[in-house]
């Protein structure tokens, strides 16, 4: 392979593991668009949790009290980050979000997310202090070199754990009847509930899962941050540019923006400089919402998530 | 009846007697505004426990002043610590303003604390426009980009024949500086510099850096400037990109007193053959440091080594106290006393102010290399 040609494939493996990345975040806020035509503040802050929660279930429970070696503790906290990020939302939705959203004000839960975010962030700045938590998976550290290109085991268990969130999501949203009802809601609340369907859980539902899927992206980022109660808010800008450039609650939109994205950030890297990738982002954002503000995919809304 | 007029009289007067001596209490009063949220947070943690050591040293009072502290959180951020200095001079009309820790918020602050003719002692930041500025209220502790740039960039050329030189820093007042204090001297002694990478503070994944500057060639050094948590996770990519003796390549990363002791042991063993400038070394045997050392561990524990931020702190307070002891008791005074100091021995090294109110001193400033199990070793090179 010509050195410029190893450039360009080490770059886009580069990009395409940054993008699955930023997707595993970005996927859980274009669902909860999708359903709840609604923006979610704080889900930076549930992948902070996601990420914390992985830590120390890797690093106390899973090797200390289990006695698990440190790949299985690893894995075990991915697991422990899905749930602490399922059970976060239901408790957020059940304690904060439900209850405003049956005044039938769209503005306060909005406003509300807002401050689950503050509320989260300092909460786990009095819990586990301001110093960066170092949070190394044991996958971080596994070099695989194929010729001269060379990834991380990290970053293929990113690029698999994307792999399976998207066609697990996408089977579920399809193929079951949890995922049809909750299209349903998506398209026409008021309709669905006339069917039969209970659009209150459905939303919980929604949350839920878009939470989990913070929760992974916490786990999978964790050993990628410098981890402190405010990480989430360093990707959390480049999801919400990703959801846009996809097509606000749109899921295929957004798996191909975020790999756009990290792949657009890893060559702007190469030719530009790492300086000037926010500009870049930010001005393919702008661009789509002049020429094409309905996203990469536009679709009908029902078909979207 | 006249005994219970002299009742309340003596109780009225007990009453009133703590009052008239506080309000005859003489005080320092020293606001201290460092980042205590956000990434760089740990300055301010860090600069807290140095602080309060210090306090706790001093809690007898100097001279007959007692020191009074108020702490102030500026995030690391010019608008929070402009609204914080602000604040804490209409509320709190401190003497003397210790902070902030990032070069950006220090320059915010630093007009705001001259107009009010407030002395601001500086101990972490480095942007050589804080002293260059003609402020006459500044004072600094901590080496300049110069002070820090320039002989990394005379050991990389002349003591590590290093020719190629790949410069890697947050784009920052602090960063750029240090990044041109490097790059100057190291290009006008003959060396090349291939490229000058610089990224924000929300830069978490630094393999595409890598790649690119394994793209690059034959790098001999890298010269960087960055916060810990980025620096370790810079490390650890160009060790996966073999281009750091840490990874098995050959090229040698370097570092400025930013970095706090301990980062070695976070990158691992892609800190290995990191060399770095050094201010503060907890194996330095002046007794001033041990002391140092020796009452961090009683109060905070006795597994943790103070870092140089720890340090820093903990010398602003001596020096303020050194003034009070000259009899500074106001913020004029102690900006008088200021100017005067020579060779104070603080555990950073001994503190003298130039006419622009840097410490000129650099007599104990080192380097060191990390080690395959991740101790220092101190080079002799100054």
Redesign the interface.
Known sequence: MTDLLTLLVQQSVNGVYLGCLYVMVALGLTLIYGVLNQINFAHADFVTVGAFAALFTATRFGTKVLGLPDTGAYLLSMVAALGAGALLGLAINAAVFAPLRERGDELRPLIATIGVSVLLENFQLWLLGPIPYQFDSPFSLETIRIGRIFFTAQSVLVVVAAALAIVALYAFMKFTFLGKALRAVAQDRETAGLMGINPNLLIALTIVIASALAGVGGALLGPVLVLTPFAGATVIVKAFAIVIIGGFGNMQGTIIAGLLVGVIEAFTVQYLGSGLIDLVVFVLLLVMLVVRPTGLIAERKEENV | MKRIIWSFALAAACAIAPLSAGAQERVIRIGVVMP????A??F???GREGIDLALEQFKAGVNGYRLQVQYEDSACSPLQATNTVKRLLDQFKPHIVIGEECSDASLAIAPILEQAKVVQLNAGSVTMKLTESGYKYVFRIFPNAEQQSLPLAKVAYEKLKARTAVILHE?TNAGNDNAEGFEKPFVAMGGKVLAK?????????F???A??IA?LGKVDVLPTFA????T??LS?ALA???IVKGGGGNAVQMGSIWLPYGYDQ?A?QASEGYVRIVQFDPTENRKVVQDFIKAFRVKYGADKVPTHINAHAYDAILLIVEAVRRGATDTESIRDRFTKLKDVEVTTGKITFDAKGQNSDLSVVHFVETQKDLSWKGLNWQ
Do not use: H, W
């Open positions: 205590i949220s956000g990434p947070s740990y301010g943690v860090m784009k990478i610089d990224f924000g503070r929300d830069v978490n994944d393999t595409a850096i790649t690119r793209s916060l810990e948590g980025q370790v996770r650890q996966q990109a073999r976070k691992g």
